[in-house]
């Protein structure tokens, strides 16, 4: 047989490596996100510096993260498109997305990071703040975080339902918006309460209250992307499920199985099996196909006899 009609004839084993998740929609309503968030960005810093509100400056700053995070977002969404069939990423660029996201949890973390520094030395060193005109910024600083999370809360919310696909890059950018409404009313209330009240202590409380949350929501991103980023392996109830849908069935031994994460939705898995029959891969493929999320596999028959019969 010729190398020519050799190629041809194999053709039906090749087949797509790009298990990305590729959200155009999604891609877009980041970008509107993105430049909504930068203009309040800028407008929540000059005027919190100008009335010395540490509310306000923490939520301009935590906006500018924001804007950086989403600027993240939209380039991983890129790239990973761009590269989707290059051969140079062995299972596609899933993890890419991913990469994003576990990249804006950091991003949060580092906020609220600040936040708590910010806030403590307001606590020693106070400052006289302009409510009026903090309390109107951080009022549009609100409006438009709400906004934005309108915007992502469909796609985020199509993504998270049950057995539909997860896009851990959008949900970042979701958990960001988010974390930018919850500092905008906190802020709010602080001058509210510091303006009617004489509570100027409630300025950094709010400060350090909202970097609690914002470091939970930074811990809860990271614990659902770093299993991904680390290959770690399905629930044991899915592998040996596999392993009994072989040997239950066969009079065959699973010597060896490994199962790791391509993105957040797409598992691949390599099984070593034992037989003294001639059953082919495709024999085994076939005896797990009822578990669509193992979208790469890959079997290795061992023979006990020197020879496959």
């Keep these: 047989m010729s190398r020519r009609s050799s190629q041809y004839s194999s053709n039906h084993l090749k087949h797509s490596h790009d298990f990305s998740h590729h959200n155009i929609k999604g891609e877009k309503r980041t970008l509107y996100v993105l430049i909504l968030t930068a203009i309040t960005m800028v407008v929540e810093i000059v005027f919190g510096t100008i009335s010395s509100s540490m509310a306000l400056l923490a939520d301009g700053w935590h906006m500018a993260t924001h804007v950086v995070a989403f600027a993240i977002t939209l380039f991983t969404y890129r790239y990973a ?87 851990h890059n959008l949900h970042a950018a979701y958990i960001h918006v988010l974390a930018d409404a919850l500092t905008s009313l906190l802020a709010i209330f602080a001058l509210v ?87 082919t891969p495709e024999c085994y493929k076939s005896l797990i196909s009822k578990h669509p999320q193992i979208a790469h596999i890959t079997v290795e028959v061992n023979y006990t006899n020197s020879e496959k019969r």
Excluded at 87 to 106: D, E, H, M, Q, R
Excluded at 206 to 227: C, D, K, N, Y
Excluded at 257 to 274: E, G, P, R, T
Aim: aromatic content about 8%.
């Design 193 to 279: 309460a510091g303006k009617l009240g004489g509570l100027y202590w409630c300025d950094p409380l709010m400060g350090i209250v909202g970097a609690i949350m914002i470091a939970r929501w930074s811990l809860a991103l990271i614990q659902q992307t770093s299993p991904i980023l680390l290959d770690r392996s399905i629930g044991d109830s899915i592998r040996f499920d596999m392993i009994d849908a072989i040997e239950g069935k066969t009079q065959d031994k699973v010597t060896d199985i490994h199962i790791w994460k391509l993105d957040a939705n797409h598992y691949s898995a390599i099984i070593s099996v034992l037989t003294s029959t001639a059953n």
């Design 81 to 167: 498109r761009k590269n989707a069939n290059n051969p140079a990423f062995s299972f596609g660029t899933g993890k890419v997305n991913v990469l994003g996201a576990i990249a804006s949890a950091i991003a949060l973390a580092v906020v609220a990071l600040f936040m708590v520094v910010e806030s403590v030395q307001r606590f020693f060193e106070p400052q006289q703040i302009r409510f009026t005109e903090a309390i109107t910024v951080a009022f549009v600083g609100l409006v438009v975080n709400l906004a934005g999370a309108m915007l992502l809360r469909e796609d985020n919310q199509h993504n998270h339902t049950r057995g539909r696909t997860q896009d």
